[in-house]
């Protein structure tokens, strides 16, 4: 996939915000780190509304054939871009929340969160990807489950309750979470399986992409919701 969407730019849509992310939780101050947060979370938004209010209705226009040509050259480089720029924002905002102090309680919030995270996102990859019988599937799930729900019963003792928007928040990215890793992205790898098999069939690559895509609105209507959030807590009260 990473020729398909040229290895420059795959390399750079993922090593780029990473090293920025590393940066802000390292050494950077609180405005820079609030920066690459704010800004990977404008541009994760701004595509996944366009996705869904711009180039949906213009894909839904076309054939099989049309629409296939689109996202067989499109998908390879959003399933680059897109979880690079969700991980950067979720994990951007988090560790920032811990910075300011607006974080209470975190670490056994991070840990439920965690759990209710990566096990429904490996299933649904599983299920998606039809890979519930392969080892290479079966063995990072058992690790990741036991792994997160050790966690869990490691900090559930000091459970309590945090700043009721962050909570929010957490339950929206949760949400787009689940939604971006358990359906959006195995809908790009079958996606991708389908281009590289002996006779593409573009009904099935038209029909992904185009699920994908109205996924990609919904994502983005949820963004918008988070993003509300983040005013609220910024500012203590909706501006109307």
């Given at each position: 996939?990473?020729?398909?969407?040229?290895?420059?730019?795959?390399?750079?849509?993922?090593?780029?915000?990473?090293?920025?992310?590393?940066?802000?939780?390292?050494?950077?101050?609180?405005?820079?780190?609030?920066?690459?947060?704010?800004?990977?979370?404008?541009?994760?938004?701004?595509?996944?509304?366009?996705?869904?209010?711009?180039?949906?209705?213009?894909?839904?226009?076309?054939?099989?054939?049309?629409?296939?040509?689109?996202?067989?050259?499109?998908?390879?480089?959003?399933?680059?871009?897109?979880?690079?720029?969700?991980?950067?924002?979720?994990?951007?905002?988090?560790?920032?929340?811990?910075?300011?102090?607006?974080?209470?309680?975190?670490?056994?919030?991070?840990?439920?969160?965690?759990?209710?995270?990566?096990?429904?996102?490996?299933?649904?990859?599983?299920?998606?990807?039809?890979?519930?019988?392969?080892?290479?599937?079966?063995?990072?799930?058992?690790?990741?489950?036991?792994?997160?729900?050790a966690w869990v019963a490691l900090?559930?003792?000091?459970?309590?309750?945090?700043?009721?928007?962050?909570?929010?928040?957490?339950?929206?990215?949760?949400?787009?979470?689940?939604?971006?890793?358990?359906?959006?992205?195995?809908?790009?790898?079958?996606?991708?399986?389908?281009?590289?098999?002996?006779?593409?069939?573009?009904?099935?690559?038209?029909?992904?992409?185009?699920?994908?895509?109205?996924?990609?609105?919904?994502?983005?209507?949820?963004?918008?919701?988070?993003?509300?959030?983040?005013?609220?807590?910024?500012?203590?009260?909706?501006?109307?």
């Amino acid at each position: 996939m990473g020729r398909r969407a040229n290895p420059a730019f795959a390399a750079a849509v993922i090593l780029l915000p990473l090293a920025a992310l590393g940066y802000a939780v390292t050494i950077a101050t609180v405005q820079q780190h609030t920066y690459v947060h704010v800004m990977a979370g404008v541009l994760w938004t701004g595509i996944d509304v366009f996705m869904g209010a711009v180039l949906g209705p213009v894909i839904g226009g076309l054939d099989d054939e049309q629409s296939s040509a689109v996202f067989q050259r499109l998908t390879p480089k959003t399933a680059f871009l897109l979880p690079s720029l969700a991980f950067v924002t979720i994990a951007g905002g988090i560790t920032l929340a811990q910075r300011i102090g607006i974080f209470p309680h975190a670490e056994s919030w991070l840990a439920l969160f965690t759990a209710v995270n990566v096990i429904p996102i490996l299933l649904l990859l599983g299920w998606r990807l039809e890979t519930w019988g392969d080892r290479r599937w079966q063995v990072p799930f058992a690790l990741a489950t036991v792994g997160s729900l050790a966690w869990v019963a490691l900090t559930i003792d000091e459970f309590a309750m945090t700043e009721p928007t962050v909570a929010v928040a957490l339950a929206i990215v949760t949400i787009l979470s689940v939604q971006g890793f358990g359906f959006l992205l195995p809908g790009e790898l079958r996606m991708y399986r389908e281009m590289r098999s002996v006779d593409p069939d573009p009904s099935v690559i038209a029909a992904i992409g185009k699920q994908n895509a109205m996924l990609g609105g919904v994502q983005g209507l949820f963004q918008l919701l988070l993003i509300l959030d983040m005013v609220y807590l910024r500012y203590g009260g909706f501006p109307f």
